[in-house]
């Protein structure tokens, strides 16, 4: 088991940037594939980044693609999402997840198996 608490989440504005944090405690944190995802308001969650368990590879969906980076810090237990040049589009609860499976890249929901409660990032135009 491995509890996900996620911060970092705010209001800003198109081309800001903000980063989010995802502390995980519990279970050894580098045992754990991690991702986040958002869900946007009547819309189905959506994949956004992956890291490996080193934080070693990283994948991205190609909407953040070059604007978006993730990367972990095994010894404090938490992962990132550093965000530049946000637009609105990008306006959606963040969430973070745990995949244990190994499985590479893991970008559907289904192959997480633990995930937070989420972070609100609203971007106005």
């Known amino acids: 088991q491995v509890q996900l608490v996620e911060s970092g989440g705010g209001l800003v504005q198109t081309g800001d940037s903000l980063r989010l944090s995802c502390a995980a405690s519990?279970?050894?944190?580098?045992?754990?594939?991690m991702g986040w995802f958002r869900q946007a308001p009547g819309k189905e969650r959506e994949f956004v980044a992956a890291i490996s368990r080193s934080g070693g590879s990283t994948f991205y969906a190609d909407s953040v693609k070059g604007r978006f980076t993730i990367s972990r810090d095994n010894t404090k237990n938490t992962v990132y999402l550093q965000m530049n040049s946000l637009k609105p589009e990008d306006t959606a609860v963040y969430y973070c997840a745990a995949d244990s499976r190994g499985s590479w890249p893991s970008t559907a929901r289904a192959s997480y198996d633990y995930w937070g409660q989420g972070t609100q990032v609203t971007v106005s135009s």
């Open positions: 519990g279970r050894t944190f580098s045992a754990y594939a």
